[in-house]
């Protein structure tokens, strides 16, 4: 299996550790399960962010009448 190494510093390090033993889980895991986990949320992030702003882009005209009132 592919793997990926990453430097820490001393203190990004113990934090990582802190971490995973406060979730019960081996270092490797919670790693790999954070990093997917901050993927999946950017996505979803930039997903609702395209929404809103074609909600926006759809609705202009009526905003700026709400505007004007």
Known sequence: MPALNI?????ELA???AHAK??????RT???DAFLECIRDRDE???AAAAFD??????????RR???M
């Open 66 to 68: 709400l505007a004007d």
């Open 45 to 47: 992030n930039a997903l």
């Open 15 to 17: 934090l990582v550790r």
């Open 54 to 63: 074609e909600v926006v882009d759809r609705s202009r005209h009526i905003l």
């Open 22 to 27: 406060a979730q019960g889980q081996a270092m």
């Open 7 to 11: 430097e820490f510093t001393d203190e």
């Open 30 to 32: 919670y790693v790999h």
